[in-house]
């Protein structure tokens, strides 16, 4: 029989789904519910020092629908950082660790460029009982505006900087979130991991604008008549998170080899976990995915990854983490290889695929189009 249970850095989970920080973790009352469904882990909503300065709006999502209109694939969000005073934060650590103390509970913290308060704030949170820090590198509206998140996640020397000042405080296990907004995820994962992060989890919310209002003319989401742009998460980033958590898996393979990696970014079904795992993930994060379908979603999930484990005869997360991580090669290599196989080139002739530019066609264009996908 599989088994979902795994050990990551120390901590043991009962399952590799971790609630992603966010609305899903904001208090203790719905990271309650979330131990109490199953969750592997949660990720607590980012906490800072001093929430004074933290103004959320309304609305602050925006919903990309299919076109069915009903299916949301796209969600943006220009919520900020938990918005409640940080002393609250610490009752509720502590109460939650006395109520679930199995659970395993990870504070997510940001701070200002100033080393006493990132130290002050893993040391607060610290002595609540929490079981390790992931550290939001990542968020990518407004506290950028005050040299946070993103700000600092964009520049692998502060990354590298800001990690070595909680590695002189943390006595558990830490994480460092990525921003995907950067054309190389590598150089702050390296600063990071350099540093002395246990891992890396990848990736945040994409930078976006989700759309017009063609009736008012207004981008949305609209708060009396002006947006700012957001974080894009959910089912259409999947692609994207794949990408950049296979990047952050083969610099962990090459240079920090032992070093975890959690994976984040349109995560709704045991499949997609599956996936994530595949290219190097010791856990995987949903966030949106909990806002659309609920905690009780875990079940559904579980179920599915345990079936793909069964259909593979994998008996444990371990047995398939980074085994798709070898057939990623260069474009050059893919020419060569297909040059090798004579019954794939029969194949494609027969397929009547296109072969060369020159036979595109007007008017059997989407034909054609269709006739080189996989
Ligand atoms: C409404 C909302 C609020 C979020 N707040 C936080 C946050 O406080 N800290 C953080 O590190 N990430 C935050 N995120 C980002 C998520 O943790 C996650 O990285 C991202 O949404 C991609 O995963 P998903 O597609 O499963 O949502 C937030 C995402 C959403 C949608």
């Known amino acids: 029989m599989p088994t979902l249970t795994t050990t990551v850095d120390g901590l043991n989970l009962p399952n590799p789904f971790v609630i992603g920080s966010g609305p899903p973790g904001t208090n203790l009352n719905v990271i309650s ?104 590198f990542s968020c990518p509206h407004g506290l950028p505006e005050r040299k946070m998140g993103a700000a600092m996640g964009e520049n692998p020397e502060i990354v590298n900087e800001v990690v070595a000042w909680v590695m002189s405080a943390a006595k558990i296990p830490v994480w460092a979130k990525m921003t995907p907004n950067i054309t190389h995820i590598e ?73 975890s990696l959690s994976a984040i970014g349109g995560v709704e079904s045991g499949n997609d976990a599956a996936e994530f795992i595949l290219l190097g993930a010791d856990t995987v994060q949903v966030c949106t995915g909990v806002m659309k379908f609920g905690y009780e979603h875990i079940k559904p999930m579980c179920e599915q990854l345990l079936a793909f484990m069964a259909k593979h005869k994998f008996e444990t997360p371990a047995d398939f983490k980074g085994k798709s991580l070898d057939y990623f090669t260069t474009h050059a290599d893919l020419v060569r290889r297909q040059a090798g196989r004579k019954s794939a080139q029969k194949s494609a002739a027969a397929s009547k695929a296109v072969r060369s530019d020159a036979e595109w066609s007007g008017s059997d264009f989407v034909k054609q189009s269709d006739s080189l996908a996989h």
Not at 62 to 88: Q, Y
Not at 101 to 117: C, F, H, N, Q, T
């Open 187 to 259: 150089e702050p994962g390296r600063g990071a991991l350099k540093a002395g992060a246990n891992g890396l989890s990848a990736i945040n919310t994409i930078r976006c604008v989700m759309g017009v209002n063609l009736d008012t003319l207004r981008p949305e989401p609209c708060v009396d008549g002006y947006t700012t742009p957001g974080g894009y998460s959910s089912r259409a980033i999947k692609p994207v998170a794949l990408r950049m958590v296979m990047e952050c898996a083969q610099l962990i393979r090459r240079e920090f080899p032992g070093r």
């Open 33 to 136: 519910k979330a131990f109490q469904e199953g969750w592997g882990a949660v990720i607590a909503k980012t906490v800072s020092l001093d929430a004074s300065k933290v103004v959320n709006v309304s609305p602050r999502y925006g919903k990309l629908h299919a076109s069915d209109g009903k299916e949301v694939i796209g969600w943006e969000n220009i919520e900020l950082i938990s918005d409640r005073p940080f002393k609250l934060w610490e009752e509720e650590f502590k109460k939650c660790k006395d109520l679930h103390p199995k659970g395993v509970l990870i504070a997510s913290i940001m701070e200002e460029y100033r080393k006493d308060a990132w130290i002050e704030i893993v040391e607060r949170c610290q002595a609540t009982g929490v079981d390790g820090f992931e550290l939001n």
